[in-house]
């Protein structure tokens, strides 16, 4: 667990004060794994979903301050916000060689490298409860 821990905090900048949420971060939909007292029986999907609405919400915040008209935010959304990019995004930062696959799986889909960024996103948020330390780790991986 400290190496893929220590992986993924290196590649992200951002140092957890529960390890464990990075544990279910990397633990691919499919996978039924358990670190310490906590089990993740759907993997990283429940982080995901929140990785998706927090990476939503730093863009729609950005956007906002901005002051840019409303048309700009979707397309922004679409550019970023994509699993495509964010597969790209994750791809590009190694973050494939953590991620912990189902049994029956033996390759990382884009899908499931997207959900394991949008996973660590939403990860970081609860950890932190911070979105400035979420958008730093957004930059740091070059996803803004």
Do not use: H
């Not at 670190?35 to 979903?49: E, I």
């Not at 029956?104 to 949008?118: H, K, L």
């Amino acid at each position: 667990m400290s190496n893929t821990v220590n992986g993924v905090q290196g590649i992200i900048g951002y140092v957890f004060n529960d390890p464990y949420l990075v544990v279910e971060a990397v633990t691919a939909a499919g996978s039924r794994t358990s670190s310490g007292n906590r089990q993740f029986a759907d993997g990283n999907k429940r982080l995901a979903v929140l990785g998706d609405t927090v990476l939503q919400l730093a863009l729609a915040q950005d956007w906002y301050d901005g002051n840019e008209p409303r048309g700009a935010f979707t397309k922004i959304l679409q550019r970023v916000g994509s699993n495509s990019n964010i597969s790209r995004v994750g791809l590009a930062n190694n973050l494939d060689a953590f991620v912990l696959l189902a049994g029956a799986q033996s390759t990382i889909s884009p899908g499931t490298m997207a959900a394991t960024v949008e996973a660590l996103i939403g990860a970081v948020y609860l950890d932190s409860n911070d979105m400035n330390t979420v958008k730093a780790v957004m930059q740091t991986l070059d996803l803004v």
